[in-house]
C-alpha cells in the first residue's frame, strides 16, 4: 500500500516524488518513458540556468535527486486506475496490481506534429518549435515559419509578432479556418496567410534553411514554428469521471486535486500555462496537500 501513486517523470512528477519521499512518504513513480520535456533541445527559462538546460540533463539532474530519498520508479504504461470501495485506488501497470491511497496524474501532453520526414529528429535538434513562450526571444528579427490552421495559429503568429516581422502562416494545404475579424488583424500586422501543402524541407546542421511548396515556391527562414496543438493524456481521469476542460485538460482545485477525492493532476496535463516552473510550482502544491490530507 503506497500512499501515493506518481503517473509520470517528467519535471511535474518528479519534483513531486521528492517533496513527499522528504515527507516521509511511501511513493511509487511509474513512467513510459515518454516525456515531453526529454525533446526540449535548451530552455533559456527554467529558473536556476542562466546559460539554458536541456531537457534531457534537466531530467537526468532530477532524477538523481529522486533516487537520493530512493523512490521506486517502474517503466511501464499504466494500463487502468479504479477506485475501491473503501475510497482507495487501484492500478494495473505490466501486469501488477498496485495499490495507493492517492494517485497524483503527471501524464503530460503529446504534440501534434506536422507530416514532415525525420519529425522527431527535427524536433528534437530545435529545427522546429513548439512553444514561443519558451523560445521566441532567441528569434528576435529572425525570419520565422508557422504551421497550423484556426484560433491556435491566429493566437501563436500574433504572439511571435512581437518578436520579429516575418511571421508567415503555412496552412499545410488546408482552408485558414479563421474569422474575418482575425484575417483583418493578421493583415494589419501584414502576417500572410498561404493556404498551400508543403512538398519538401531542406536542413542543414545548424537550422532548417527552406521549405517547398506544391505550387513551386520556396520560403527560406531560421526556425519553424508547428501550432497544430497538443493532446492532453488525460484518459486515466476521465475513466474514473474526473473533469477536463474542452481541450481534454484535467481541471483542478487550489491544490491540484481534481473533482475525484485523493486524485490529483499537476504539470502539462492539467488546464494551465504549459510551462516547467509551473508544473514544479503545482508539484509542490499538489505534494503538500496530499502530505496535509495524510
Do not use: K, W
Request: hydrophobic share 45%; proline share 4%.
Amino acid at each position: 500500500m503506497f500512499d501515493c501513486l506518481i503517473v509520470g517523470a517528467g519535471p511535474a512528477g518528479l519534483t513531486a516524488a521528492t517533496y513527499l519521499a522528504r515527507f516521509r512518504r511511501n511513493v511509487l513513480m511509474i513512467d513510459s518513458g515518454r516525456s515531453r520535456a526529454a525533446l526540449i533541445p535548451r530552455s533559456h527559462n527554467c529558473p536556476g540556468y542562466p546559460d539554458g538546460i536541456s531537457g534531457e540533463e534537466l531530467l537526468a539532474r532530477l532524477h538523481a535527486q529522486v533516487e537520493r530519498y530512493c523512490v521506486p520508479l517502474i517503466r511501464a504504461e499504466v494500463e487502468t486506475v479504479v477506485r475501491l470501495p473503501d475510497g482507495l485506488f487501484e492500478a494495473m501497470a505490466n501486469g501488477q496490481n498496485v495499490h495507493a491511497r492517492h494517485v497524483l496524474l503527471a501524464t503530460g501532453a503529446v504534440d501534434i506534429e506536422p507530416r514532415l520526414p525525420n519529425i522527431e529528429d527535427a524536433v528534437h535538434r530545435g529545427l522546429i518549435r513548439h512553444c514561443p513562450i519558451c523560445d521566441a526571444y532567441e528569434v528576435i528579427d529572425q525570419a520565422v515559419v508557422i504551421i497550423g490552421t484556426g484560433a491556435h495559429v491566429f493566437r501563436e503568429a500574433r504572439f511571435l509578432r512581437h518578436y520579429t516581422r516575418r511571421v508567415p502562416i503555412v496552412t499545410l494545404g488546408r482552408p485558414a479556418d479563421l474569422t474575418v475579424a482575425q484575417q483583418a488583424q493578421l493583415a494589419e500586422l501584414r502576417i500572410p496567410i498561404v493556404e498551400t501543402a508543403i512538398a519538401g524541407m531542406h536542413a542543414d546542421e545548424q537550422r532548417i534553411v527552406s521549405i517547398e511548396l506544391g505550387d513551386g515556391r520556396t520560403l527560406e527562414f531560421d526556425a519553424l514554428y508547428s501550432a497544430l496543438g497538443a493532446v492532453n493524456r488525460s484518459e486515466l481521469a476521465r475513466r474514473l469521471g474526473g473533469a477536463v476542460d474542452d481541450a481534454s485538460a484535467i481541471l483542478v482545485d487550489a491544490h491540484q486535486q481534481t473533482n475525484v477525492a485523493g486524485l490529483y493532476a499537476i504539470g502539462d496535463v492539467v488546464a494551465a500555462l504549459n510551462q516547467i516552473s509551473v508544473a514544479m510550482g503545482q508539484a509542490a502544491i499538489a505534494a503538500t496537500a496530499i502530505h496535509n490530507r495524510l
